[in-house]
Structures are given as C-alpha cells and as structure tokens.
C-alpha cells in the first residue's frame, strides 16, 4: 500500500505485519518483514543497508543452534523471555531485555541463540544491514540501553561513529528506539532522507497513519517525521544513507 503525500512531496510505503512472511515450525513462530529462507517476495527484498528484519518466538529450551554468518551486521533486540548466545569467538552471554546485541560477522563467525528458559518463550527482533566494509575481523557486543527507562526520547542503538554509546557497526546506516507514554511523541530528522520505521509495541501514529506491533513504515524524500502514541508504544528507527 502506498500512499503519496503529495502536499510536501513525501512518498511513504506502510508494509501491514499482516502481509509480512510467515512460518511456523513449532518451537519457532517467525514473521518476515522482507524475503528470508523460505519466504521469497521480490518486491521486498530490504531497503537501501536494510536487509532483514525477523520477528522470532522461540519456545523454551528450544533455539537456533550452531551456524555460519559473515559478512553481515546483526542486531538482536528482545521484547520478552532470554536468549543464550554462543559463538566461535568464544562469548557466551544472556541477552535479556533492555539489553541490545550487535555482532559483526565479517569473515565468519558461528554462534548459536537458544533458549535457556523451561518455562518461558522468547520474544525478539532480528536484524540484518548489509555492511559497507567486507571481511572484517568478526566481534560480538552487546549492553543495556534506557529505551523503557526513559520514555519520549529517541536512543541511539547503533552507528558508524558509534557516539552517544551507540554500538559501532559497519553500515550505512543508524538504529535507534523509542519507547511512547500514553499522548508521548518525538521528532526525528534524518540525515538523508531514507528512513524504515518498525513498531515492536503497542500503536503509534506517524504521518497520519496509526501502525501497529509488526507493521513497518519506509519514507523516502523525507527530512522530519512526529511520532505519537496515544496507548503507548514502542518502535525501532533505522535512519538510511
């Protein structure tokens, strides 16, 4: 669905959680912004560094075990449950929520995520941007950030120049979040006009639209969006060269 704003020449693209990708093996229930394993679209194969964003519940002690990466910039951001993560760099650490994980897979890396909780499922994005540097020495990070601690701000996740603490990735491309109070919002103005928004909770409103938990939201030709909530929400902000 598109729509054209054409007041201020504005194009943006609402991408519905309904129409994203889709798969469940049981253990592991994954909805697909754009076209990953099996699920194939052509008309949603990422946008500009954005390569994948995967939503995953994955059931207790059940995981993704030992596999290959490289040359991929990988985030994890939990929304509820654990995660166990293991690679051949030798970390081995539980990403909880409030705590954000980067990976630079580079020339390779293999690592597993599973989950250590017997009672509880986990609840996560993935994300995937295509790095702007191949080959690089594999690293693995991750630490908390006060994205529910401090509502109606924008936090810096993930950047080039890695400032404000942001993790620093190999990218052309700056991740933050948000987390909205009820009638909350904040302004975000990008630095070239490229930009995908994904609600993780609740409903926000953006140019007139109000999005809920999974859909996606991609701007072009855009120098400043508002985002407000009414019910609270959260969402994660890619900024796009």
Aim: overall charge negative; proline content about 4%; charged content about 20%.
């Amino acid at each position: 669905m598109n729509i054209y704003l054409h007041k201020v020449n504005k194009m943006i693209t609402i991408r519905p959680a309904s129409e994203r990708g889709h798969a469940n093996h049981g253990w592991l229930d994954s909805n697909f912004s754009f076209s990953f394993a099996g699920y194939y679209d052509p008309k949603h194969m990422g946008f500009r560094a954005l390569r994948v964003i995967n939503e995953d519940v994955v059931a207790p002690q059940m995981g993704f075990g030992k596999h290959p990466h490289r040359d991929m910039e990988i985030l994890s951001y939990v929304l509820s449950g654990a995660v166990k993560h293991e690679d051949s760099m030798g970390s081995s650490e539980i990403l909880r929520p409030g705590e954000r994980q980067h990976m630079s897979a580079g020339s390779g890396v293999r690592h597993s995520e599973m989950n250590p909780s017997s009672t509880t499922p986990f609840h996560m994005l993935q994300i995937w941007l295509i790095p702007n540097q191949m080959g690089i020495e594999p690293t693995y990070e991750q630490k908390a950030f006060n994205v529910q601690a401090e509502p109606n701000k924008i936090h810096l996740l993930a950047s080039k120049d890695g400032r404000d603490e942001s993790f620093v990735i190999h990218s052309d491309a700056e991740l933050s979040a948000a987390r909205l109070d009820s009638n909350g919002s904040v302004t975000h103005t990008f630095r070239g006009g490229y930009g995908w928004l994904q609600v993780a909770r609740g409903t926000v409103t953006v140019a007139g639209a109000t999005l809920k938990a999974g859909d996606g939201f991609q701007l072009e030709a855009e120098q400043n969006i508002t985002v407000s909530s009414k019910d609270g929400g959260e969402f994660l902000l890619f900024d796009l060269d």
